[in-house]
């Protein structure tokens, strides 16, 4: 079984200890559909492109993933600020 240690980090970090075992569960449902959806998902963008595009769609989706991420870090950390100066 695969698992990403700084993924474990962050739940133990940002989670409850009651919601911590759901948390880990999550993680692990998520990366093992993952891994038995993902070659099927590859195969026939393949079939349909060429091998080529496996890595295009896959640059796409790690694009949009950036900007998800800064986007909601921005939002985040001006929320933080909001608080931060209300008091």
Same mark, same amino acid.
């Given at each position: 079984?695969?698992? %990403?240690?700084?993924?474990? &980090?962050? *739940?133990?970090?940002?989670? /409850? ?8 569960? @999550?993680?692990? /449902?998520? !990366?093992? #559909?993952?891994?038995?959806? =993902?070659?099927?998902? &590859? &195969?026939? *963008?393949?079939? %349909? ?8 769609? #896959? =640059?796409?989706?790690? @694009?949009?993933? %950036?900007?998800? /991420?800064? /986007? @909601? #870090?921005?939002?985040?950390? @001006?929320?933080? !600020? ?6």
């Amino acid at each position: 079984m695969r698992s %990403v240690h700084c993924l474990n &980090g962050l *739940i133990i970090r940002y989670t /409850t200890s009651d919601f911590r075992g759901r948390a880990f569960s @999550l993680n692990n /449902t998520a !990366s093992q #559909t993952g891994n038995m959806i =993902g070659p099927m998902i &590859g &195969g026939m *963008i393949a079939s %349909v492109w060429s091998i080529h595009g496996i890595f295009w769609i #896959t =640059g796409l989706i790690l @694009l949009f993933s %950036v900007a998800l /991420t800064h /986007t @909601l #870090t921005e939002i985040r950390s @001006l929320d933080k !600020s909001k608080t931060m100066y209300s008091n």
